[in-house]
């Protein structure tokens, strides 16, 4: 089955309390970020913890998920390079980059992870459309692609695509962390240290590089709108205090 054809609809099946949204603000450290997701994963496993969605943006850093290999590392020495519990390959993170982590019981949802994968390209795309831009899923490549008719085509003559959102996820009990990363204003040459997702034929985008003044908070506010119609209701958090933050 193709991922247009699967059910998306990823709201809770019985009353739940709503998803905390918590957006941090400046660059968070990535090791910090992971420790948190897992420790609260297994809080919400255990029944204790709340479900969220948390948004940050990450210092220029390169992670390498379940299925990276060796040669798709470009630039070794640059900046730190990270194992990731993931799914997926080789990725970029910095700042211009909104990566929204989701920890969320997929047992009160629905346990599937193909199925969740393709929810997550909806909302990508569904932000996407708030802008006007059109978002597209391929179904031989995890993420969003942009058909980019103002590029040469590719040798196979196929229209040229390039690719501005990421996804990569892992679960846990059922209980997802990891979850997506979309390009605002990145800087795009950093992509040249690695073969993003293992992808040497396409490029990548951001929103600002297709001519579009978005910013990170207006970015923002796209995703928390088209988050509730697919995976319910939300409510909003402060971001985790200085006291948790690495010193």
């Known amino acids: 089955m193709k991922r247009d054809e699967i059910a998306v609809d990823f709201k809770p099946h019985e009353t739940a309390e709503a998803v905390a949204w918590r957006v941090q603000p400046g660059l968070t450290d990535y090791e910090f970020a992971v420790e948190r997701m897992e420790r609260l994963a297994s809080e919400i496993a255990n029944g ?8 940050v943006e990450h ?22 390079v990270y194992k990731a519990a993931r799914g997926g390959q080789y ?6 980059q909104r990566v929204a982590y989701l920890m969320l019981d997929l047992k009160r949802r629905t346990p599937d992870v193909r199925a ?3 929810a997550l390209e909806q909302w990508i795309i569904n932000a996407l459309a708030e802008f006007g831009l059109r978002g597209e899923r391929r179904d031989d490549r995890v993420g969003v692609w942009i058909v980019r008719p103002d590029k040469p085509p590719l040798p196979d003559g196929s229209p040229a695509e390039d690719k501005i959102a990421a996804i990569g996820i892992r679960l846990r009990r059922w209980v997802s962390f990891h979850g997506i990363a979309i390009n605002v204003e990145p800087d795009l040459s950093h992509y040249a240290g690695i073969n993003p997702c293992g992808i040497t034929h396409h490029g990548v985008t951001s929103l600002v590089d297709l001519g579009l003044p978005v ?3 207006d970015l923002d506010i796209a995703l928390k709108k088209t988050f509730v119609s697919l995976f319910g209701e939300v409510e909003s958090v402060p971001a985790c205090p200085v006291s948790e933050l690495p010193q």
């Open 48 to 55: 204790t913890g709340q479900e969220e969605a948390w948004l």
């Open 59 to 80: 210092p220029p850093l390169f992670t390498a998920g379940t299925s990276a290999q060796t040669d798709d590392l470009l630039w070794s020495d640059r900046f730190p």
């Open 91 to 96: 990725t970029y993170h910095g700042p211009g």
């Open 116 to 118: 969740f994968v393709a």
């Open 215 to 217: 910013t990170i908070d």
